[in-house]
């Protein structure tokens, strides 16, 4: 089996750094990673950071030259899409059908009868709670997407409750387990 793609991506959350560490594990065990991240995905972390744990330059501007179609091609390439860390605002707008970034487009354009699509929230407990928040998670699970449930504790905020992103280790532990599943059932 050739190696596991990941699409990968990041929106504009403080979680931003663990998707990096979770990032790093994926490559050294032979996933081959592209990233998509949202301008405020990149107020956290940087360019350079995601294409130097990749190799492979972030997409970020559905408009950016030499792009034009990523925003359907990446879709194909892709095995698993995972929106790690997901804001509440991406989220809902993903929930909404919204397609103004390359995350919004690519999703809109998923198919997701057919692959997978994860997406792992991180945000503060209140944003978490909102029944706008709420309302999306359960309308996205209704169409087949995989929702990472956050963890609760200690927020950046400095208060408790859920909205922590799940722990990186469990996100890749649930990754190998998935593609573990795909390859005994090609057996
Ligand atoms: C320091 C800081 C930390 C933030 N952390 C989060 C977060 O963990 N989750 C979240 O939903 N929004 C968080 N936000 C707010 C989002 O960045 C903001 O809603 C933004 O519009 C999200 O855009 P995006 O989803 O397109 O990346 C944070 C903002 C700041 C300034």
New binding site residues.
Partial sequence: MSKPRILFQL?????CFKACALISKLVQNGYEVQTVA????L?FIGRATLEGLTGRPVFVDIYEPNRAMDHIHLNRWADLALLC?A????LNRLANGIGD?AVGALFLSYQLNEKPYWIAP???HL?YLHPATQGSIQKLQSWKVRILHPESGHQ?CGEEGPGRLMEPEKIFAAIEEFFAGRLRRQE
């Fill in positions: 929106t504009g959350s403080i979680a949202t301008q405020g995905a107020e860390p804001s509440a605002s991406t970034d991180a945000m503060n944003m950046a």
